[in-house]
């Protein structure tokens, strides 16, 4: 059975930085492409930023509003992905999701439960 | 970017109507299309890939269709656990990659 566990998310004060987590078993890590996706309150679906397998280059990509201010990393050893996300807005408050792209295929097949980060003063 | 349309942005009917929820394509994506459902407080599902293919798992009453710009997802048969809201997403180019603005769907 696949799980996926995200953590780390809290309160932050604008131009901080915070860094989530998402842990995950049930399914070849290493082989997976991983997004983070995200959910402002009340509002939609938004992709942050996604990192391939190091097979397939381990390459990132980003939205254009976080490009630069947050970095998806990943420790297949740790089953763990990462988003490191500095210079904090109060646009960034939103739940966000770790998204498994199990086929490298771009879509989405399993989903962690989301972590709410608030930036706020 | 492409942009991704969703209509309506919500939709109430009663157990057993046929639904159908519509995306559009700012430009030609082919089959790359995902619908996804999510109920409040939770994580979205993928039902649908590749614009018609069915997840495992998921209810047959549920199906997808289109090709280019155009997409529709339609419920046989509405059930009380499919209200929910849906979101349509392209999987053809990123970054990036996009999804629909959301379509609520409630049993009268």
């Known amino acids: 059975e696949v799980q996926v566990v995200e953590s780390g998310g809290g309160l932050v004060q604008p131009g901080g930085s915070l860094r989530l987590s998402c842990s995950a078993s049930?399914?070849?890590?290493?082989?997976?492409?991983m997004s983070w996706v995200r959910q402002a309150p009340g509002k939609g679906l938004e992709w942050v930023g996604r990192i391939k397998s190091k097979t397939d280059g381990g390459t990132t990509d980003y939205v254009a509003p976080v490009k630069g201010r947050f970095t998806i990393s990943r420790d297949d050893s740790k089953n763990t992905l990462y988003v490191q996300m500095n210079s904090l807005k109060t646009e960034d408050t939103a739940v966000y999701y770790c998204?498994?792209?199990?086929?490298?295929?771009?879509?989405?097949?399993?989903w962690g439960q989301g972590t709410l980060l608030t930036v706020s003063s | 970017d492409i942009q991704m349309t969703q209509s309506p942005s919500s939709v109430s009917a009663s157990v057993g109507d046929r639904i159908s929820i519509t995306c559009r394509a700012s430009?030609?994506?082919?089959?790359?299309l995902g619908w996804y459902q999510q109920k409040p407080g939770k994580a979205p599902k993928l039902l649908i890939y590749?614009?018609?293919s069915l997840r495992g798992g998921v209810p047959s009453r549920f199906s997808g269709s289109g090709s280019g710009t155009d997409f529709t997802l339609t419920i046989s048969s509405l059930q009380p656990e499919d209200s929910a809201t849906y979101y349509c997403?392209?999987?053809?180019?990123?970054?990036?990659?996009?999804f629909g603005g959301g379509t609520k769907v409630e049993i009268k």
């Open positions: 997403q392209q999987a053809n180019s990123l970054p990036p990659l996009t």
């Open positions: 049930g399914f070849t890590f290493s082989n997976a492409w």
């Open positions: 430009q030609g994506i082919g089959t790359w």
């Open positions: 998204a498994i792209d199990h086929n490298s295929d771009n879509y989405f097949d399993y």
């Open positions: 590749g614009a018609s």
